[in-house]
């Protein structure tokens, strides 16, 4: 185990499966049982998907650095510095603390954006796999939309009493019915990420990767919001159907899962058929 020193000298723990050529993973590989898992799971998560992601990727032969990010901002949350450049430097801390120059990058969702940033203010990678957000035609003005939306509730939440609970039966994907607890530090944070991305110039930044990449999604995986989020719409599958020829033809490797959404197609059943293969062949460099 190691331990990485993000941007605002915060730590971060780093943990390492297998041998063979290195795979950045920014995922919680902690082991979830009992209720919390069974939460997970009626909301249409798998609470395993990275410990399952980790041990798959090390047994087929390749070097794992695992670190909790996400887990880590609801911890330790940044709305005044988590901009893109942050980010990248974070993750570049892990491999750090790890002792690695080299290595392969894999994110899901914003983890996946947080990876095409990584990847054009370095030259360490070795290949870049993006799942859940498309290279073109990422849906940054909606999810500037639905940050600032959640930042509002939480400024707007943080001086009331706590709900009473309600028993409701979770729909996997109603947004609408979530109970909102998140702290204005919390939403904060990502409202400043997707700030700082605004006029972000996609192609330019295509233009300069000429490493390995990976891009894949559900084929279902757009997300409609109710009135509560200002009926925002996030295209994901959409955008990488609309521009998957463009990137193929820039070299990238494009898949579309079918018959899934956005939480299955993040499931390890799901990416290991594709991610696997792929870094075995390309995490070398």
Do not use: C
Not at 8 to 27: I, N, Q, T
């Amino acid at each position: 185990m190691a331990t990485a020193r993000l941007h605002d000298g915060s730590s971060l723990r780093v943990d390492e499966f297998g041998d063979g050529p290195a795979v950045l993973l920014p995922v919680s590989t902690t082991v979830i049982e009992g209720e919390a898992a069974e939460r997970m799971r009626a909301w249409g998560a798998d609470p395993n998907t990275g410990h399952t992601l980790a041990t798959g990727l090390a047994d087929a032969g390749l070097r794992v650095l695992a670190a909790d990010y996400e887990g880590h901002l609801a911890s330790h949350p940044k709305p005044r510095t988590l901009d893109a450049s942050a980010v990248a430097a974070d993750l570049l801390a892990v491999a750090d603390a790890a002792g690695v120059d080299r290595f392969a990058y894999y994110g899901y969702s914003w983890l996946a954006l947080a990876g095409l940033q990584l990847a054009i203010r370095t030259d360490r990678l070795t290949a870049l796999a993006m799942g859940g957000f498309p290279p073109l035609g990422g849906p940054y003005e909606a999810m500037l939309s639905v940050t600032r939306t959640a930042h509002d509730m939480a400024l707007a939440n943080r001086d009331k009493p706590p709900a009473p609970a309600t028993a409701t039966e979770t729909q996997p994907g109603d947004w609408d019915s979530v109970e909102f607890t998140q702290t204005p530090d919390q939403t904060g944070q990502y409202f400043t990420l997707y700030q700082s991305l605004r006029g972000f110039d996609e192609r330019a930044a295509l233009a300069r990767l000429s490493v390995p990449r990976l891009a894949f999604a559900g084929a279902n995986d757009n997300i409609t919001y109710g009135p509560q989020w200002g009926n925002a719409y996030v295209a994901i599958a959409d955008g990488l159907k609309a521009h998957r020829d463009e990137l193929i033809e820039r070299g990238w490797t494009v898949e579309l899962i079918p018959d899934a959404d956005h939480m299955s197609a993040m499931q390890a059943a799901a990416v290991l058929p594709i991610l696997t293969p792929w870094l075995k062949t390309n995490a070398h460099g």
